[in-house]
């Protein structure tokens, strides 16, 4: 187990991939972007020894773990069925509270139609060492299932408990087996925006009777990650190693910054991988001719975005500066950091094969971006009994997979249809699917992969 230190500050790098050539009145310049972070995180910090004291109140500002943990247990009335999901859910929140961290701040809250703490219980949080862990473990088996589903109080009451830390790294787990059917699909989204980038947010569907739309909107808002437990006994494992990626986040609040000189306009920046998450909407201005997109946390990892501007038209031999993309760290003074930056350049040009090729970065993201779209209109297309519109959609999605070598999504479209030709993408819909296969496909479709090398 590794103790957080703050002068282990990840490094971060910018990559740029593009084909800055244009033919003569081209306009549109792609590039990927990627963005890596190395030497903090799980590799970062200093063991602890036997001598190490264990903090049982939270520590003064600038010392010890700078991170915050609220674990959000469903324990409405459908918990109950079977009795066995119930205690699943307990021990999955028994195993990650195992693995948080010496020094990290932490707090466990049962949801039903309103949020409730059951630890520490105080209107705050604990610090984890070995008393408060078997103490929240002991907690644990007061959680019942009864009640109903309000999401967003959970989201509330979390938030409240994570601001009560003065600490930088503030996330949340959450856990649902329904649907959120005791507040409006309004007042959830009024959560979300109330909450959105006070904390991020895993959250994770148990069995197959919660709604994939609303969890993987959560943790979209919540930037975090949704995943399908369709067996409950799998829970334990999954919360572990959702908390062991919470404990090798590092450094919250990067923005990825984009500037761009006048008369060039933005058509798109969304993430691209792990997974397609859509930011364009999310910009704030940062000054009249830059704005922020939110990233959320970072540990050790490499994450991909594509970023698509519109430029002035121009002539041959002309070039531009298109964009520069900065990786910024915020202040507490109002400042910031620049962590790494990358151009986007525009070069006019008459050679035609210059100008015609498509950077394989870029034509490998289009193509993933466009897999997780044609999933989810496929899914849509059957459900509503467009069959037709369905099988066009989904053999397409094949077909995209095969392409690219996402052999994980290819491994679940072939539990929704009958591959005849991943190639040609000619599928047959198969005339039953069990549900757990139907959402995790939707769950999932967002998943990239990166470029084969």
């Not at 915020?330 to 525009?346: E, F, H, I, M, W």
Request: hydrophobic content about 40%; aromatic content about 4%; some cysteine.
């Amino acid at each position: 187990m590794a103790n957080f230190s703050k002068s282990t500050v990840p490094q971060f790098s910018v990559e740029v991939y593009q084909n800055e050539y244009l033919p003569e009145g081209g306009r549109e310049v792609n590039a990927i972007v990627t963005v890596t972070s190395t030497g903090g995180g799980t590799t970062g910090g200093v063991p602890l020894t036997a001598a190490s004291p264990t903090p049982t109140t939270l520590p003064p500002p600038g010392q010890g773990p700078d991170a915050a943990v609220v674990i959000m247990v469903d324990c409405s009335g459908s918990m109950d069925y079977p009795p066995t999901k119930m205690r699943n859910a307990r021990d999955a929140t028994a195993a990650a509270i195992d693995t948080l961290r010496d020094g990290v701040a932490f707090a466990v809250v049962a949801g039903t139609h309103v949020a409730k703490e059951v630890y520490p219980g105080n209107g705050g949080l604990a610090v984890a060492d070995a008393t408060t862990r078997a103490e929240a473990r002991n907690a644990l088996r007061k959680l019942s299932a009864g009640g109903g589903t309000a999401i967003g109080t959970w989201l509330r009451l979390t938030d409240r408990l994570l601001s009560s830390a003065d600490v930088s790294i503030r996330h949340g787990i959450l856990l649902t087996d329904g649907r959120n059917e005791h507040e409006t699909p309004e007042d959830l989204r009024a959560s979300l925006d109330a909450c959105a980038g006070r904390f991020t947010c895993d959250a994770r569907g148990v069995g197959t009777d919660w709604v994939v739309k609303e969890v993987t909107g959560i943790a979209s808002a919540m930037l975090g990650t949704a995943d399908i437990v369709a067996d409950p006994a799998g829970l334990a494992a999954d919360f572990t190693e959702m908390m062991e990626n919470a404990m090798g986040k590092e450094v919250a609040d990067v923005a990825l910054r984009l500037w761009t000189p006048v008369g060039v306009e933005i058509k798109f920046v969304k993430q691209v991988a792990p997974t397609v998450e859509e930011l364009t909407e999310r910009r704030t201005d940062a000054n009249p001719r830059a704005g922020d997109y939110p990233t959320g946390s970072w540990g050790d990892e490499s994450r991909d975005y594509h970023v698509s501007v519109q430029v002035p038209e121009a002539g041959v031999g002309q070039e531009m500066l298109a964009a520069r993309v900065s990786l910024i760290l915020p202040a507490a003074d109002g400042t910031s950091q620049v962590l790494s930056q990358g151009l986007v350049r525009a070069v006019w040009t008459d050679d035609m094969a210059a100008s015609t090729s498509i950077n394989p970065q870029v034509a490998h993201y289009t193509g993933q971006a466009e897999l997780a779209q044609v999933i989810q209109q496929g899914l849509e297309a059957r459900k509503s009994g467009d069959f037709d519109g369905a099988t066009a959609k989904l053999g397409r999605a094949v077909q995209l997979a095969s392409d690219s070598g996402n052999a994980d999504t290819a491994k679940l479209l072939s539990k929704v249809v009958d591959v005849v030709d991943a190639a040609t993408g000619t599928v047959r819909l198969k005339a039953k699917v069990a549900d757990a296969d139907e959402m995790t496909l939707e769950t999932r479709s967002t998943k990239t992969v990166r470029v084969k090398k």
